[in-house]
């Protein structure tokens, strides 16, 4: 068996929330230290309450913490700072963990003698969560750029506390919390490895989700903002930068314009823009292997001109993912590109496919 060598710190702020699923999944791996829920803005009774007998179990501390900020920063910050094991690992208080899975994470981090380690992650319904769309069958010494990391903006899995205890969530934001601190263990040359089917990090959402709470631009893309500005990041190599910016587009930027679709207002289209600029400062040539119709909806954020129903337009017409506009970047000398349209949406299905196939891992004491 394993030795007890993980903290998993949980962050709560709702007694409502089914913490009993979260920590008992936990509890099921030989190999966990302690389960360090972090009880956020809400009374520890509470929440002992809703753990019932499991509050008793030797392994869970529940550690109050009151700071009046709606981030989860705070509380997750909070459990690192009480991590004393060899590996950290978050979770949300709604999901789950296969059984046995920490104890299947370790015996993958000792094998390949990683830093880290990506679980497979999945819905309650069973649909995979196709990131990040590493490259096929790849199991170990997983490289930022080549395995495209950061697609999976939640740090989930094992971090070990020796090379990156220092490491913390952005304080006071209210959503993205953890691009900064994900960033820099995707890009930091650590020795990262994946792990497939059979213990998976499983992602109940029933209840509803802070991330997708409607706040101004300029609030809900502070994180990027913040992130590429940010003197390591703009210190890294050129195609770590650009493979970052390509996912900023995709993800933050045009996920931000599909879901603001017909509710604009002249402040966030003046947000939108200036993130866009920081971005293409970041790295100028990632524009370059966007498929032509996301060319279109930047270009169309750039121009205060584009009216608001423009903007949306492009953004449905973005989203038309089998169309040639779609698929062609925007450089057609790129077309191979690793990030380019055609390359990259196969990586994706292969991994939406294919996400326990890969680096299956050695069987632990519960699997």
Known sequence: MPATEVDVVI???????????????????????????????????GIAAGLGRIADDRRVRLEPFDDGIGSPAGPFNRGLELATARFTAIMGSDDELAEGAIDAWIATADRHGADVVIPAM?????????????RPGRATRLDGVRDRLAYRTAPIGLVARERFGALRFTPGLATGEDLAYSTRLWFSG???ARVGSGAEYVIHDD???????????????????????DEWVTALPSRSRE???????RISVFGAVHHRS????PDDRRALAAVAD???????????????AELA??????????????????????????????LIPANPLRVAAREAPLRFAFATWLAGREGGRVAKPEAGPTL
């Open 11 to 45: 962050a709560v702020h709702d007694p409502r929330r089914a913490i009993a699923r979260a920590v008992g999944s936990v509890l099921t791996s030989s190999g966990v230290a302690r389960v360090l829920v972090v009880c956020h803005n809400t009374p520890v009774d």
């Open 122 to 134: 999945r819905y309650a319904g069973g649909r995979r969560v196709p990131t990040p769309p590493t």
């Open 190 to 192: 650590a020795g990262i």
């Open 207 to 229: 209840a509803v989700r802070v991330t997708f709470t409607h706040r101004p631009i300029e609030d809900e893309l502070a994180a990027v903002t913040g992130l590429v500005s």
């Open 243 to 249: 493979a970052l910016a390509v996912k900023l587009w």
């Open 262 to 265: 017909g509710n604009w207002t």
């Open 278 to 292: 920081a971005i293409e400062g970041l790295a100028p040539g990632a524009v370059a292997v966007l498929s032509r």
């Open 297 to 326: 909806l930047r270009r169309a954020i750039a121009d205060p001109t584009a009216s608001d129903d423009d903007l949306d337009a492009r953004s449905r017409a973005r989203r038309r993912f089998a169309t040639p506009a779609s």
